[in-house]
């Protein structure tokens, strides 16, 4: 029963180290991962919240992992290293930090920090414990890919595989890029050795382009150079075109007298054979091979079915597509119909455009101008003055508008002129009775009648 309740002490005391080491951890912090590089020194930093010297303190550094072995053990300022590490180890009693002075392979694993303090008005220590893991790392060489064959692929038969290799490093990841593009994979793609090997089967058209390795690890990165993958594919998208002629559909219609030429196009490596065939009710005819074809319209007395047949020598697929050929009495041919088809509507709204113009002017010209009076102003213009005829003094009517009062005097006048001065003294006639009033509308035609009868 006393070893009993013995054990049962020591468990609830480690339960409270425990629970205060939890409540504690804040008090020191470190990093838990740290890469270093084979052959070169790494440091391990540990920061307190706390002066060291100013608290009692005690604890060790150990390796856990691959195997158990103690570092160093420090009390205060004190400390004992591992004798058979001291050359490679610098201890730090003021920041308990540990410095590795040349890292080897061997000091890759797991490391773990225990302290116990006790802080002034406190009768039970902290216990804090810290791990860390430490990766001994070598810088990667630049990888190079070693394609399984070098020859160009057949579509849907071959298959490729790709191997990526480093010569130096280690802890490499692998990646692979297609047109400097991660890779999309599918059913077709498989991977092996950490994805250092890319195995493709079978082959398509989407395959093509160049293929990049790329490798990393903690403390490096590379890549390889572009390897090519050239596969052979098609015939895809087989179509007839030409720039002659009018096109509805499958049918060609041309301009009588014309020689047309047709292109036989397609998606395809390498490039097709192309047959071209004329196909009637009552026969097949093979006219000729390549990828451009040249039909004499007028030897074509009636719509002609041809055939242009695009065969791959290297997939050995096939492909064709068919065309009917109308030729037609076009006049300038049959750019010129698919001319005046643009042009005709254009040619509408011109015209409309222009009659519209006319007819907003002519409203124009009728509202401002008035043609009735203009008309009689024209024809009741005097007629030009004889040459040598005695001038009025009246040649602008413009400027003789107005009023004039006439005073018959009785008696004769000296005179069939009136002279300027007479006329002045008319003013002073106040009481005579046969006063007329008129209003001049142009010069008189008669130069020489006289103003007084």
């Not at 002629?245 to 397609?266: H, K, M, P, S, Y």
């Amino acid at each position: 029963m006393e070893s009993a309740g013995f054990s049962v002490c020591l468990l609830l005391w480690a339960m409270i180290l425990m629970s205060d080491a939890n409540a504690n951890t804040e008090l020191i912090s470190m990093p838990s991962v740290l890469h270093g590089i084979k052959g070169q020194s790494l440091h391990v930093p540990v920061n307190s919240q706390f002066a060291v010297n100013d608290v009692v303190h005690q604890g060790s550094w150990f390796q856990i992992h691959p195997k158990h072995k103690s570092l160093v053990t420090f009390e205060n300022s004190n400390s004992i290293s591992n004798l058979q590490l001291k050359d490679k180890l610098v201890f730090s009693p003021t920041t308990l930090s540990l410095t590795f002075k040349h890292l080897e392979a061997e000091a890759e694993g797991e490391y773990q920090l225990n302290v116990y303090i006790l802080f002034t008005g406190q009768d039970t220590p902290e216990n804090i414990t810290k791990t860390l893991r430490i990766t001994v790392n070598v810088p990667l060489s630049t990888p190079f890919v070693n394609k399984s064959s070098d020859r160009t692929l057949l579509e849907d038969q071959d298959n490729v595989t790709l191997s990526c290799f480093v010569e130096n490093g280690a802890r490499a990841t692998y990646q692979w890029l297609q047109n400097n593009k991660p890779l999309v994979l599918s059913g077709r793609h498989m991977f092996s050795q950490q994805n250092s090997i890319l195995h493709i089967s079978p082959v398509k058209k989407e395959d093509i382009g160049p293929y990049v390795c790329v490798v990393r690890n903690p403390i490096s990165h590379r890549q390889s150079q572009a390897t090519e993958v050239s596969v052979f594919y098609g015939p895809y998208n087989l179509e007839v075109n030409s720039d002659q002629g009018l096109r509805i559909g499958e049918v060609f219609t041309v301009n009588q007298g014309e020689l047309i030429f047709f292109d036989c196009l397609a998606d395809s490596n390498p490039p097709n054979t192309c047959v071209w065939i004329s196909r009637t009710d009552n026969s097949t005819e093979v006219l000729m091979t390549g990828s451009r074809f040249l039909v004499p319209s007028h030897k074509l007395a009636q719509p002609t079915k041809f055939v242009c047949q695009a065969f791959n020598n290297m997939t050995k697929k096939q492909d064709e597509t068919h065309f009917t050929l109308v030729v037609a009495n076009l006049g300038k041919g049959s750019e010129k119909l698919q001319a005046d088809t643009v042009v005709s509507p254009l040619a509408a709204i011109a015209t409309c455009s222009i009659l519209i113009i006319i007819c907003m002017l002519f409203v124009f010209f009728r509202r401002s101008c008035n043609p009735k009076r203009v008309l009689m102003k024209i024809y009741s213009r005097p007629m030009p003055e004889q040459k040598g005829l005695h001038r009025s003094g009246h040649e602008d009517a413009k400027e003789d508008f107005g009023i004039y009062e006439f005073v018959s005097i009785p008696g004769r006048m000296e005179s069939n002129h009136p002279s300027c001065r007479s006329l002045a003294r008319l003013d002073s006639v106040k009481d005579l009775h046969t006063t007329i009033y008129d209003v001049i509308r142009h010069v008189p035609e008669t130069p020489t009648l006289s103003l007084l009868k």
